[in-house]
């Protein structure tokens, strides 16, 4: 149990487009969802919290206009990466948060996202 | 501002080595302490630690937490090649439900 996915797995895009990264909980309802990024040998930085129903709450930092966080059900959270630029290009990771579980976070495999 | 720090940052040993990472935090309301594995992709759990004193064991792996030190150690015996990853040490709060992730401990175990 407690399977996480994401999609897609690595990205490829230009200078200036759009990216959207979904996030599913596969077997078990996750109030809340977390989307961090990862650089090169460092820890995960996180992003934003999402719940679902309601807004992202945002880490200090963090433009929420550029990275749009959606949580529309309790299996689903999709992050968009808005006119990505190659500083933008990174491993984001999402994860999820199974209420019966305390705090215990189930991460997703990760996108790795290229902005040339 | 919340802390967690882990050392060593990095380790190498050989096979049949024990190793013990460290992870102490400051952080203003404790709730939990997670440990997880991070190979290549993203982590994995591994242990969820919320009361001192209390091992908790998966095979090979055990950990355990002094919460008046402020400190976790995660044990690994017989390591295995297999065992090479970035052990990472995150502490939960009361206040709410984000984690806070320490560094990690780069482990490499050479045959």
């Known amino acids: 149990g407690a399977v996480v996915s994401q999609h897609p797995s690595w990205v490829i895009c230009k200078s200036g487009t759009s990216v959207k990264i979904e996030c599913r909980s596969l077997?078990?309802?996750?109030?809340?969802m977390f989307w961090y990024r990862q650089f090169p040998k460092q820890s995960l930085m996180l992003m934003a919290t999402?719940?679902?129903?309601?807004?992202?709450?945002?880490e200090q930092g963090v433009e929420k206009d550029k990275f749009l966080i959606n949580h529309a059900s309790l299996t689903l959270s999709t992050l968009t990466v808005t006119s990505a630029h190659p500083e933008d290009s990174s491993f984001y990771i999402c994860s999820a948060r199974w209420a019966s579980r305390a705090d215990t976070q189930y991460f997703g495999p990760g996108t790795r996202l290229t902005v040339l | 501002e919340d802390k967690v720090v882990q050392s060593p940052l990095s380790l190498v040993v050989h096979e049949g080595d024990t190793v013990t990472l460290n992870c102490s935090y400051e952080v203003t309301n404790f709730r939990s302490l997670l440990w997880y594995k991070q190979e290549k992709k993203a982590p994995t759990f591994l242990f969820m630690l919320?009361?001192?004193?209390i091992e908790k064991k998966s095979g090979r792996l055990s950990s355990i937490l002094d919460k008046k030190e402020l400190f976790s150690i995660l044990n690994i015996t017989a390591t295995q090649t297999g065992d090479s990853a970035v052990y990472l040490c995150a502490v939960g709060e009361t206040s709410g439900s984000r984690l806070t992730f320490g560094e990690g401990t780069q482990l490499t175990v050479n045959p």
């Open positions: 999402s719940n679902e129903g309601s807004k992202a709450t945002y």
């Open positions: 077997d078990f309802q996750a109030t809340t």
């Open positions: 919320t009361s001192s004193g």
